[in-house]
């Protein structure tokens, strides 16, 4: 069963390119005991706090020179809990694709690009959002522009994301890629031949690009291992990256399995099933290249199991089993190598319909 999800929607957004979100699909709260940061208050390497000019600019003052790397501002953001969070930033600007950095805990989400402001230099503050992933406690935010003129800054502020696609115990949960949040400079193409009639592509660059992906937030019933399998269109050798929950990155080789997603081709095919540890609650999974082309992604199958039991070897709910010898979770298709997936017990699955993310 299906249970649409509540959108969150900045008020008074702006369009804003790689790899910033209009809107997207999931509940969020604010939960931080501090949930907008004001500027003026970070630590800057230059200063330049300026006073706004109209009411629109929250504290009524604003950062400015992000310009080359010459200014950034850090803060410290405490949370009370690990997880994927929407971080919202105020800015202002009257020229269109400017474009400043977000570095979360050392993990860099460069060239946020930001639609023009409006008609002043000093207000009319618009917003920008971007999905990041928080640690519990204290956490390192730090904004900048290392090439070129980045937009002023007003504040940040964070919410949680408090529902992804619910994932459920012995069960393949499916995830349609053009229903994951699609960053601008992705696209989303009609496919007759992909299992909702649309797949993702341009993701990476000739050389690679972090700043093209898409992202998967999923909602655990417990911490533990789940076993991930993603479904392509790949007519040549590529890789993909996936990071969960904004560490390190794990890169997958995917095969040429002579399929683009074209009319008259073939269905997508799976890869190998892929082990990812998930914490209890939202995750976020991150797919890109950063070396070069990705494949083209048709959808993702999440699946968690039953945990085993340490002291009798047996599945939790079922019977004596060898764990040399159990199921395995693979399917009939001939290119995917299944390996094991283990742990995770949960309740029942109520899968999302999120909504692409647009500019």
């Not at 928080?134 to 940040?156: H, K, W």
């Not at 390996?339 to 109520?350: H, M, Q, R, S, V």
Request: hydrophobic fraction near 40%.
């Amino acid at each position: 069963m299906k249970k649409l999800l509540s959108t969150l929607l900045i008020a008074s957004m702006t369009t804003c390119a790689i790899p910033a979100l209009s809107a997207f699909a999931a509940e969020s709260t604010d939960i931080l005991s501090q949930p907008r940061y004001e500027l003026e208050d970070a630590t800057l390497t230059k200063d330049d706090i300026r006073n706004g000019g109209d009411d629109t600019v929250s504290g009524g003052k604003f950062v400015g020179g992000f310009d080359n790397g010459e200014q950034t501002a850090t803060l410290t953001v405490t949370a009370p809990k690990a997880g994927a969070y929407a971080l919202t930033v105020g800015f202002i600007t009257m020229d269109g694709g400017r474009q400043f950095d977000v570095t979360v805990n050392g993990k860099t989400i460069n060239n946020v690009t930001c639609g023009a402001s409006g008609s002043s230099w000093e207000g009319d503050v618009k917003t920008c959002t971007v999905v990041v992933a928080l640690n519990a406690g204290e956490n390192t935010v730090v904004l900048g522009q290392d090439s070129g003129f980045g937009p002023s800054i007003d504040y940040i502020e964070f919410a949680e994301i408090t529902d992804g696609v619910e994932l459920t115990v012995g069960e393949a949960v499916k995830i349609e890629a053009e229903n994951a949040y699609v960053v601008s400079g992705v696209s989303v193409s009609d496919s007759e031949v992909a299992s909702g009639g649309k797949l993702v592509n341009d993701i990476g660059g000739e050389n690679g690009n972090v700043d093209r992906y898409l992202e998967f937030v999923v909602d655990a019933p417990a911490a533990g291992k789940a076993s991930l399998v993603i479904y392509y269109f790949c007519a040549a050798e590529r890789n993909i990256e996936l990071s969960v929950n904004g560490g390190d990155a794990t890169v997958i080789s995917v095969a040429n399995n002579n399929t683009w997603g074209n009319p008259g081709d073939s269905a997508a095919t799976a890869h190998e099933v892929i082990t990812v540890d998930l914490q209890e609650g939202v995750n976020s999974l991150k797919l890109y290249n950063s070396t070069g082309w990705g494949p083209n992604l048709d959808y993702v199958e999440i699946t968690v199991a039953e945990a085993e039991n340490e002291d009798d070897g047996v599945i939790d709910g079922g019977t004596d089993t060898d764990p040399d010898t159990a199921p395995s979770t693979g399917d009939a298709v001939t290119c995917a190598l299944v390996l094991a997936a283990i742990a995770l017990t949960g309740t029942a699955i109520a899968v999302s319909k999120k909504r692409r993310i647009t500019e």
